[in-house]
């Protein structure tokens, strides 16, 4: 175990095994430079205290949670094969290095908090929730199944975008942009004509830079609600099938001449405005 109640200094370019648990939250200052975290244990847990380190790798064959306070590494981040890195509700970890490699599982009801530039992983499992954060730089998103909610971030001056890869995208939760800076973000489904499946909600936060996503001419299908109040909504030119509402309060709904379909089970609502190109 490490525990930062005082100061805690590793040899740098060493990897240091934790068989136990990783306590961050104490008043000392860890410097972790150029160094490896190997967790090991099958039932751990991680109180980050909001500290940065360098490299973390998760593996064992049980589960690793981040508990009590955040996290922040800025190295690699490694979540081996039967690994699951668990983030408790109201949780953070966020991951501002290069490269993670996620051959197991980021689960839980907390937040990972992606910064890289390096496109976010195809492998692994992600179902907690992910936040493509651009403060930095613009994201890469891959074509794969996200179990959690997805947030597209911009806190940033600066105008950032997300570009979807090509290939079939399945959202197993909502969808979020949230441009709470001064700069612009951007969801770009049409560059690379992506196949998307969202089963939550879509909606906007309307916070501070504007906010737009331009689905491609494959069929977008969203079964929850689309609220584009606030943002803009480029539809495909395809079908866009909605299970659910329809909300457009000061925002702008571009038709690109296709076809959108109101397929939910029961009454749907549509408010606002709903001509297309308007």
Do not use: C
């Not at 992606?114 to 891959?142: C, E, H, K, W």
């Not at 997300?162 to 969801?187: D, E, F, K, P, W």
């Not at 906007?204 to 299908?221: D, K, M, Q």
């Amino acid at each position: 175990e490490i525990n930062s109640a005082s100061a805690v200094t590793l040899v740098s370019g060493a990897t240091t095994t934790v068989a136990g648990n990783l306590v961050l939250a104490g008043a000392g200052t860890p410097v972790f430079t150029n160094t490896t975290i190997l967790m090991t244990s099958s039932t751990a847990s991680i109180d980050g205290g909001g500290k940065t380190i360098n490299n973390l790798t998760a593996s064992s064959t049980g589960t690793i949670y981040v508990t009590s306070t955040d996290l922040t590494a800025s190295g690699t981040l490694t979540i081996a094969t039967s690994t699951t890195l668990s983030i408790n509700s109201g949780r953070t970890l966020t991951h501002s290095g290069s490269t993670l490699n996620l051959n197991g599982t980021i689960s839980g009801a907390g937040t990972l908090i992606y910064q890289s530039a390096t496109a976010f992983p195809a492998l692994g499992t992600i179902s907690s929730i992910l936040r493509l954060d651009t403060v930095n730089n613009s994201q890469i998103m891959p074509a794969r199944t996200y179990g959690g909610a997805v947030e597209i971030y911009n806190s940033g001056a600066t105008g950032k975008s997300v570009t979807m890869l090509a290939g079939t995208h399945t959202l197993n939760s909502n969808l979020v942009l949230n441009g709470s800076g001064s700069g612009n973000i951007a969801l770009d489904g049409a560059t690379n004509n992506t196949t998307t499946t969202i089963s939550g909600s879509v909606s906007y936060t309307a916070a501070g830079g504007s906010e737009s996503i331009t689905a491609s001419s494959s069929p977008w299908t969203i079964s929850g609600n689309l609220d584009i109040s606030g943002g803009s909504f480029t539809a495909p030119s395809g079908n866009l099938n909605l299970a659910g509402n329809y909300t457009n309060t000061v925002g702008t709904f571009t038709h690109s001449s296709g076809t959108v379909i109101f397929n939910g089970s029961g009454q749907q609502t549509l408010t606002g405005t709903i001509n297309g190109g308007s």
